[in-house]
């Protein structure tokens, strides 16, 4: 009786926007960080590294490319997610705010992506290692959140121990494709 009167007491207030269901650890990893966006974001940020420091730029020059970069990425992605959110979906409209809500949370992975190989290329430009170390444990450290990701990700699923190597080892070679076009770039 009492979930009745507190989902009616949710609802009645604003017909049109739906409760959100509480914010917990595993629903925030869900929600933003084992998203196709997530995998679509690590892929770009290593693709730019490939890109920027194929030509010999400095770590410092790779880290902007690869910010500015993303930040394009993300901001395209969030008002292409408002606008196709936008307007009616199951006989029900959905309203500016509630897309543009909806389309932040899914599209927070495409930042999130970029923190690892950001960090690691603020250490190059630092100083505090070598470009060449930073650039390439950079796209390291993209093999590695693919495959974590991948392994989250087949996890939650419930697939098997197996099934979760495979989609880990699956998901990483896509930054392993990158590490192998590095080398032939450089």
Do not use: C, K, W, Y
């Given at each position: 009786?009492?979930?009745?009167?507190?989902?009616?007491?949710g609802t009645a207030?604003?017909?049109?926007?739906?409760?959100?269901?509480?914010?917990?650890?595993?629903?925030?990893v869900r929600a933003v960080f084992v998203t196709e966006e997530s995998i679509y974001g690590?892929?770009?940020?290593?693709?730019?590294?490939?890109?920027?420091?194929?030509?010999?730029?400095?770590s410092w020059t790779v880290f902007w490319t690869v910010l500015v970069t993303v930040i394009v990425f993300w901001a395209a992605h969030l008002y292409a997610g408002t606008v196709a959110r936008h307007g009616l979906d199951h006989e029900r409209v959905v309203g500016l705010r509630e897309a543009f809500r909806a389309a932040f949370r899914r599209s927070l992975g495409l930042l999130g992506a970029a923190l690892i190989p950001c960090l690691i290329l603020l250490l190059g430009a630092t100083r505090a290692v070598p470009d060449t170390l930073a650039l390439w444990t950079a796209l390291w450290s993209g093999v590695v959140v693919l495959a974590v990701l991948g392994f989250i990700a087949f996890r939650r699923r419930g697939s098997s121990l197996i099934m979760q190597i495979v989609g880990s080892l699956a998901t990483a070679g896509?930054?392993?494709?990158?590490?192998?076009l590095k080398a032939f770039v450089h």
């Open positions: 009786m009492h979930e009745q009167s507190a989902d009616a007491a207030g604003d017909a049109a926007a739906p409760a959100l269901p509480p914010v917990t650890t595993n629903r925030l690590v892929i770009l940020v290593s693709g730019m590294i490939v890109v920027a420091g194929g030509h010999g730029d400095s896509f930054g392993f494709a990158m590490i192998l």
